[in-house]
């Protein structure tokens, strides 16, 4: 039989570079976004929420054109308006704060949702994704970006990433950098990528780049920035300085650039935020200055902040940010400073996974309820609903089939700990039967060698039914 | 001076529709989604999070045309596909069930999230708005409408909407009615959106709609739909019953209806939900049957469930849903019977508020440390990190002020209930001040008054700084 246009099925499949997030991963994702808040709110940061879909030109300023429309998701939407979803948050934070003249700041925001990027997907790129981020606006004193530090630092350690460093540096330090090497603003930039490479490809790299240029090791030319000599040599006094992190390094890197009134700004300010920790007990092996940091993002303008995974060496910053003092000013007339950082969700999730600092769980359930017995039904609602009643999650089998067997395999497949069974027999006796699934699965980890230990009559008892709720309490570490 | 381009400002402000929520707002958010997952999880329902852009076929089925898409925020984007922001969740629960077949059913899943739909705005109506789903998907067992309505008992209940009913029918039974009448099933449509204004319009309103039509009391005319004087006195007949909310109103409409085979089935699956309402405990008050309840969706295949606010009684149905069989069909060849609710969060935000069933904070900080004595940082930072591992959410003062006044309007603005203060008075003789602002509060609601209270001795002690943290754990009635 052909089928009709009517009949056609839509493939269940999603958009390129999109994904769902099935129970077993959103529950981690809740858990990781609750402990994050809650350390957030412990410092006195607020909840915001903003639009997902912005004008376009405040996510690309009043002079894009239709190609940057198309470099966002961007469209034409009602009312013929050129709109884009969000790809971050600080520009939304910046409308939002030059929209409201009457905020009281300093303000401490958190916000965590979706943004957008038509970058390429590949494998953990996605084109949606959770960001999470926290800021200060309005305030330009270092004790703000400290605070920031000091709230990454609990934040990784509240997550359960022990061994992990906040790095932090200057951009006003690395602006002074490139004036004392006579390196012109628009080479700057190129210059800091490849100063930006010293921990990962070492020191030799890093100087052959910034002069002819080097073979890596899969045989790739990397062209060089050729730059003379003299600006090589005095980079390299400082990659030097940068390598020995030592705990004088500000002492040396002003020995070097500071009759510069830029860079030394920058290091003043490295100053204050390294006693302001001290005085927070921020422990220094936990946030570290490192004058070799730069950060992409063009829109930073002093301290700037990196996060290394100590046991995750391949891994790059997860947590990272900056100050950027002049954001609000694409909306206002009013100069507002702000300083803040974020991390990506899913990235973060997967550093907590690889590190075992967070269990998944595929349910939240924590007792199936069978029902092998229909004519029973009353019995089991009223057990089921007793047992929520004493503030533990359970689940009351509601599928068509009767065999105990199949019940005990979903809840074994979903990850259910327990599940209580009664029969006629129990019913009559007054007692009821508790299977720990858990010992089950210590027993055998092969899903497919479990069905023999589901029905095995070592990991369950038989109790009186007036003992349940205190039994399972017991077995589920309830308080 | 005439700007240029590039000094030009971008207007601080979102597209038409949307908007942001400030803390204020985000904060009681947050505790209603919080509540809401608890009930939830109590139940055994499992959070997924599915893509917020779907392929345009997904949501407007395989025949959709450009016009379809821009009655959805619709483009099209990377690699030229069509694609479109959700606008419910029940579309992408069919698609996800149907794209992933090894899925362990019974499935219980919530959702909670965005939707965007380009309705045109107006007061309350926006087209970015968060909406709060739950569904089992995979039995057709009438025990699983039981538990949707139970769940949505228990969740009105724990969110502290107390005066409330949930109201139930079924989609069978009003099919019945049409065929009893003799109206088509291109025409039910009509004559049930008449039916469905029973309860607000009253029988004399609605008898006029299905025959001539009627003047509203603001003198429009509202066309009838000229339904023959035997169809109308049929279907009076049946309003008669639906206003009689007898107990026994199943027994009457099956003598009216229950010689059809569809309505009897209707009839039917309403007694079994009954009798499993009643071993759930669920008050009868609490949920009723009402048979003139149809819901405007269309893909509703049996129960459909609504909920009346009794001291709202201008509020339509908040938190509603039903039964769809046939939606998975859409995207599979298996058949796949499905049960669900859902809620608007903002909707259901807003009839907290309106009956005050929740309190608006402006700030989730439970003390401000001020600092006005920047010599005495190392102090100030001191104290505020021993609030917070005593588990207090505390904000340290980091604005450029520092005026005492200043610094206590603002965290009375914020709504921060405590304040700590300390110069160097207390701290030579070890002690510190702490201001109650809730006194300010009450003694004074008015802002503009309220500067002579901040500054007010009768709002605060001074007690020895090692007492401090007893002492705030005290009136912040912490454990």
Chains 1, 2 share one sequence.
């Not at 960001?131 to 709230?151: K, N, R, W, Y």
């Not at 930006?196 to 240029?213: F, N, T, W």
Request: include cysteine; charged fraction near 30%.
């Amino acid at each position: 039989m052909v089928k009709n246009g009517k009949d056609r099925k839509v493939a269940p499949r999603v958009p390129k570079g999109f994904r769902d997030y099935p129970p077993e991963e959103e529950i981690a994702r809740q858990i990781l976004i609750e402990k994050t808040r809650t350390v957030f709110e412990r410092y006195g940061y607020l909840p915001l929420q903003t639009a997902s879909l912005e004008f376009a030109e405040a996510l690309l300023g009043p002079h894009y054109n239709a190609d940057n429309l198309k470099e966002l998701f961007g469209f034409t939407g009602p009312e013929d308006a050129d709109i884009a979803l969000r790809y971050e948050f600080t520009l939304s934070l910046a409308r939002y704060v030059a929209g409201n003249p009457h905020l009281s700041l300093p303000f401490r925001r958190y916000q965590y949702g979706n943004v957008w990027r038509v970058d390429k997907p590949g494998p953990g790129r996605f084109r949606e994704f959770m960001q999470f981020d926290f800021d200060i606006v309005g305030t330009a004193s270092m004790l703000a970006d400290a605070e920031i530090i000091a709230v990454m630092v609990s934040t990784l350690d509240y997550l359960g990433i022990k061994n992990c460093v906040v790095r932090y540096s200057n951009r006003k330090l690395i602006n002074g950098l490139a004036a004392f090497a006579g390196i012109s603003p628009e080479r700057a930039r190129d210059v800091f990528r490849v100063i930006d490479k010293l921990e990962k490809q070492g020191r030799e790299a890093v100087i052959l780049e910034l002069g002819p240029g080097r073979t890596d090791r899969s045989g790739d030319k990397i062209p060089g920035l050729h730059l003379t000599d003299r600006q090589i040599s005095m980079l390299t006094e400082f990659l030097d300085l940068a390598l020995s992190k030592g705990d004088d390094i500000l002492t040396d890197v002003e020995k070097l650039l500071g009759h510069l009134e830029v860079s030394n700004e920058g290091i003043k300010e490295l100053c204050q935020i390294r006693e302001f920790l001290d005085q927070m007990n921020v422990p220094s092996e936990k946030a570290k200055i490192d004058v070799t940091i730069v950060r992409g993002l063009g829109y930073y303008t002093g301290p700037v902040y990196e996060t290394t995974f100590l046991d995750l060496p391949d891994y790059g910053s997860v947590f990272s940010g900056g100050r950027y003092d002049n954001l609000v000013g694409r909306f206002s007339n009013r100069s507002i400073p702000a300083t803040g950082s974020s991390f990506g969700v899913d990235r973060m999730l997967a550093a907590l996974i690889a590190l075992k600092a967070i269990e998944l769980k595929e349910s939240t359930a924590e007792v199936l309820v069978t029902t092998m017995d229909k004519t029973r039904m009353k019995d089991y609602i009223e057990i089921v609903g007793n047992i929520r009643d004493a503030g533990i999650n359970a689940e009351l089998f509601v599928g068509d089939t009767k065999n105990i067997n199949k019940q005990l395999k979903y809840a074994d497949r979903i990850g259910i700990p327990v599940a209580v069974i009664a029969g006629s027999d129990e019913f009559e006796g007054g007692m009821i039967t508790v299977k720990d699934l858990r010992l089950g699965r210590e027993k055998s980890k092969e899903v497919a060698d479990r069905d023999e230990w589901l029905k095995a009559e070592e990991i369950q008892v038989t109790i009186k039914r007036v003992d349940l709720l205190d039994y399972l309490a017991k077995i589920l570490n309830k308080d």
